[in-house]
């Protein structure tokens, strides 16, 4: 508005019915005429103020600041040292400026430093490459009480190979339920990587001695970054989405049949969309071919019948699983010239 009216009003006594007019300044409307009218060659620099310390004072109390007694305390500290002493050579607030001008002003303590996280990423080509787990609570009867259900998870075939309710979270009770996941699907040293959030017994000294001694490769996720984790996450928003999923369960006895229940049904009976609608157990144990085969046959069978009803493309079932990725890295972005 005020480049406005400097464009439109000329030097003299119209300046002043425009600036009514258009509810500005006179004022404004003359310091921006006059910057704009100002040669461009003239700099415009803050005069130095003629109580402003000149540079033999400025060094000198940089000197002071620098010096073996001083160079530790904090500038309040040494103004009231000098100042009890009898000497003053300018405020507290100088003394930081001065300081600042020169990057001296910082932290002086060592401070403890997150170490940046690197985001995993895995990826799994068949079953028995890639586990996932993590712990999730069940409430219990009372306000305060729950159970713990820890579930083992294959990302490729999202095939539940373990699990167990316990009333509390250890590393002791994973281990006897890890070791006989590792048995029931004859893991070789070498071959799993086993992947988990960053909770207690995740990261507890026997889970990785646990680990280690089995040949199973760990891996992590970045802290507070539950997509890192999105397999056994959407495993259990499933569980607990279920319309038979009780608020609390009245024992932990009733929690294990619910789950018995529930994982007899997710890994047999489930058409999982991320797996192109098969079941857990089908992909798991080597079914995926015969099934996506099966499905084709029906549908080429269902085309030759009634072609017109099938207007873009000959039917075709949902995709195989091929691979799952947990954090896919980002493909490389090409420039045209």
């Keep these: 508005m005020r480049e406005t009216v400097v464009a439109m009003a000329p030097s003299g006594g119209l300046t002043t019915a425009v600036c009514a007019a258009l509810g500005v300044s006179r004022s404004c409307v003359h310091r921006h005429r006059t910057r704009r009218d100002a040669p461009a060659t003239v700099a415009r620099r803050r005069p130095r103020p003629p109580r402003a310390l000149d540079p033999q004072e400025r060094q000198a109390v940089l000197d002071l600041l620098r010096g073996p007694r001083f160079v530790d305390l904090a500038p309040t500290e040494v103004y009231a040292t000098l100042l009890d002493e009898g000497v003053y050579h300018c405020s ?10 020169h990057g001296e002003v910082r932290e002086r303590r060592d401070q403890l430093r997150h170490p940046v996280y690197q985001k995993p990423e895995l990826l799994a080509q068949a079953p028995n490459q890639v ?38 979270e250890s590393a002791t009770l994973f281990k006897v339920l890890f070791d006989d996941a590792i048995a029931k699907q004859a893991i070789m040293p070498g071959q799993l990587t086993l992947h988990a959030d960053r909770g207690g017994p995740m990261k507890a000294k026997a889970t990785a001695l646990l680990l ?40 932990i006895e009733d ?14 009976d489930h058409h999982h969309a991320g797996i192109g609608l098969m079941t857990p157990d089908q992909v798991h144990y080597g079914q995926a071919d015969a099934v996506h085969a099966a499905r084709q046959e029906t549908l080429d069978r269902v085309f030759r019948s009634n072609p017109e009803r099938f207007v873009r493309k000959r039917p075709e079932p949902p995709a195989k699983p091929i691979e799952a990725w947990i954090n896919p890295p980002k493909k490389p972005e090409f420039i045209q010239v």
Aim: one cysteine or more; hydrophobic letters at 40%; glycine letters at 4%.
């Design 255 to 268: 929690a294990r049949a619910f789950c018995r229940d529930f994982f007899i049904w997710y890994n047999q």
């Design 92 to 101: 507290i607030r100088t003394m930081y400026r001065l300081l600042a001008d």
């Design 212 to 251: 280690a001694d089995l040949g199973v490769t760990k891996s992590h996720s970045r802290p507070h970054t539950s997509n890192d984790n999105p397999f056994s996450e959407a495993h259990f928003k499933t569980l607990k989405y279920q319309p038979e999923f009780p608020k609390r369960f009245g024992c």
């Design 131 to 168: 586990w996932s787990w993590d712990i999730t609570k069940l409430m219990g009867p009372m306000k305060w009480s729950y159970y713990y259900l820890y579930v083992i998870l294959d990302i490729f075939s999202r095939r539940v190979v373990g699990w167990c309710v316990a009333d509390a």
